[in-house]
């Protein structure tokens, strides 16, 4: 069977590995069985951008990083709380996920809700990943919020305020097509980082008060926490999501303490709570994803599909890979 293999920065290739076998049946298989899991359909992610585009600590990847939004079958399981056939959401252990089929415990899969389309199921998962971070949070209803970063992840921030609902959802970016999505998505307004001020529009849009909660949903190397403290009003909060670089050179930290503003980060959603919520929400169309969903490559493709989402070509939001067994399931 084959598993991804990110030998250099920004290259990425097939390889053959062998297939995982499971264990003994376990004395708890309800709580510490395993599957083996098929993947079907998989969608990259900006925390799988650093493996492929050679940052550390990131880099260098191992054989089968980088994959984690993925949806497929459970092919074998040593425990109770799936059968062979399930179709499931499975979220790997450190990105291990680029495998035509791998082991991993059963607790880290859930059932996929019938009513979801395949590409709703797997946006689950960075759904998931997003109503963990705002349980973190106090209510925002009547907030005024602020995005910082327009990529698939801010896109989601805004349909989940709009849920929550938050008073303005003020969308920043300097892609002028992603600023669009987040009018869809439910932004309430946009800022163009290079062409206005932000913190003067902020200033504007909330009638001098200023963001009660600013995201930073950049991260990395381009992280922008600085503009994050400038966005936000005296006691505020900041949610910085965006998986942040070893090190924050530059910070005005100061700035940050003299304005008495708390910061949450958030990582690790609960496999009970989060994932089987987004799961829900989905399911009952209570927000609508797909249109972040942009491209579709066949795994064979996989280096066209990674440079279309690193270098954000044509407008790329969600990047979809499509493996063996999901093509032949669509024939």
Known sequence: MFAAHIYA???????EVPEPVLGPIPDDPVGQGEIIFQPELG????SDLPYFDGQEPEYPAEVGQSLHEIIGRVVATNGTRFQPGDRV???????F??????RVSQQRAIPIDPRASDEEAVLAQPLGTVLCAMRKLP???????????????????????RNLGAKEIIALDRIPERLD?????????????DKE?????????TEGRMADLVIEAVGHRDQVFNLCIALCRERGEILFFGVPPTYLEGLRWRELFWKNIRVTTSLGPDFQIDFPLAMRWVAEKRVDLRPLVTHRFPVERVQDAFETFVDRKDGALKVLLEFPCYKEKRA
């Open 9 to 15: 920065p920004r290259k990425i290739h097939l390889v």
């Open 43 to 46: 969608c990259l992610c900006g």
């Open 89 to 95: 959401l499975c979220i790997p252990v450190n990105h």
């Open 97 to 102: 996920g680029f495998f035509e089929r791998f």
């Open 139 to 161: 209510p925002v209803l009547g907030w005024n919020v602020a995005v910082v970063g327009q990529g698939p992840i801010g896109q989601i921030f805004n349909a989940v305020l």
């Open 181 to 193: 999505m987040s009018l869809r998505m439910g932004a309430t307004a946009t800022i163009h980082v």
């Open 197 to 205: 001020d932000p913190v003067e529009r902020v200033r504007d849009v």
